[in-house]
């Protein structure tokens, strides 16, 4: 598994940020603004998880977070 920070886009973001929407997080897609990139938002909503669930909060998806 890949590292995934502000930044970074592609298939796994657009799933990082599927299951950011899922668990109330993350806004809905925006129009016009693509849904494969990592930016400060899903940057922001990666932190709330982690502190939510006692990770280290760092904003990147790495191992513990994506479990």
């Known amino acids: 598994m ?6 970074d886009s592609g298939r796994a973001v657009v799933e ?15 129009p ?14 990666v932190r709330a998880f982690q502190q939510r669930r006692g990770l280290i909060t760092d904003g990147i998806v790495g191992p513990a977070t994506y479990r």
């Open 2 to 7: 890949q590292l995934l920070r502000r930044g």
């Open 16 to 30: 990082v940020r599927a299951t950011l929407r899922q668990f109330g997080m993350l806004p809905g897609p925006r």
């Open 32 to 45: 016009g603004l693509p849904d494969d990139l990592f930016d400060v938002h899903v940057e922001q909503a």
